[in-house]
T-cell receptor, first 112, second 110 residues
Framework: DGGITQSPKYLFRKEGQNVTLSCEQN?????MYWYRQDPGQGLRLIYY???????QKGDIAEGYSVSREKKESFPLTVTSAQKNPTAFYLC???????????FGPGTRLTVT | GQNIDQPTEMTATEGAIVQINCTYQ??????LFWYQQHAGEAPTFLSY????GLEEKGRFSSFLSRSKGYSYLLLKELQMKDSASYLC???????????FGAGTQVVVTP
């Protein structure tokens, strides 16, 4: 079964801690993306990657970091520098930049 | 700057038709997507328009006018399961950079 997995579904952390959200896809897609969604707002792009070992900042990259060492994996680290980290985080992939993006189930991160 | 506007909420009766409008002003345009998102779940792809005109897919149709910066999603024969948020998103470059609107919450009543 091809798809995108994100784990865990719910994540709780204390303020000041870094946390890494996982995203894995077995769709053989080249491009992968990270979005953040806050209540009543649209998705905002954090980082995206078109190929392995390359990624670009999106609109709200401050306080986040990513890596793309393997085609299947695009983990996102939420650092302690991110001022408002509590949000719903969605990972997506597409086989090319111009095609539709497929989304994972999301991780709801709560930082207290 | 980037601006994508869509109504916050719409209510319609089961079996009826609803049209969700989306207007956009973006730095680039490589197509417009519509996604459906149920509460707490991932968005799922509904339609894609890159040329002017109407694209029909079963009960859902989407229209685009590039000169007017305008699109709409038409949902026909509404069902209760269509209650969800509908997201308009503009592809602003050829690398997959999507700019999303805030979403329109559609409530279907019996």
């Amino acid at each position: 079964d091809g798809g995108i997995t994100q784990s865990p579904k719910y994540l709780f952390r204390k303020e000041g801690q870094n946390v890494t959200l996982s995203c894995e896809q077995n769709l053989n897609h080249d491009a992968m993306y990270w979005y953040r969604q806050d209540p009543g707002q649209g998705l905002r792009l954090i980082y995206y990657s078109q190929i392995v070992n390359d990624f670009q900042k999106g609109d709200i990259a401050e306080g986040y970091s990513v890596s793309r060492e393997k085609k299947e994996s695009f983990p996102l680290t939420v650092t302690s520098a991110q001022k408002n980290p509590t949000a719903f985080y969605l990972c997506a992939s597409s086989d090319r930049g111009l095609n539709e993006q497929y989304f994972g189930p999301g991780t709801r991160l709560t930082v207290t | 700057g980037q601006n994508i506007d869509q109504p916050t909420e719409m209510t319609a009766t089961e079996g009826a038709i609803v049209q969700i409008n989306c207007t956009y002003q973006t730095s680039g345009f490589n197509g417009l997507f519509w996604y459906q998102q149920h509460a707490g779940e991932a968005p799922t792809f509904l339609s894609y328009n890159v040329l002017d005109g109407l694209e029909e897919k079963g009960r859902f149709s989407s229209f685009l006018s590039r000169s007017k910066g305008y699109s709409y999603l038409l949902l026909k024969e509404l069902q209760m399961k269509d209650s969800a948020s509908y997201l308009c998103a503009v592809l602003t470059d050829s690398w997959g950079k999507l700019q999303f609107g805030a979403g329109t919450q559609v409530v279907v009543t019996p």
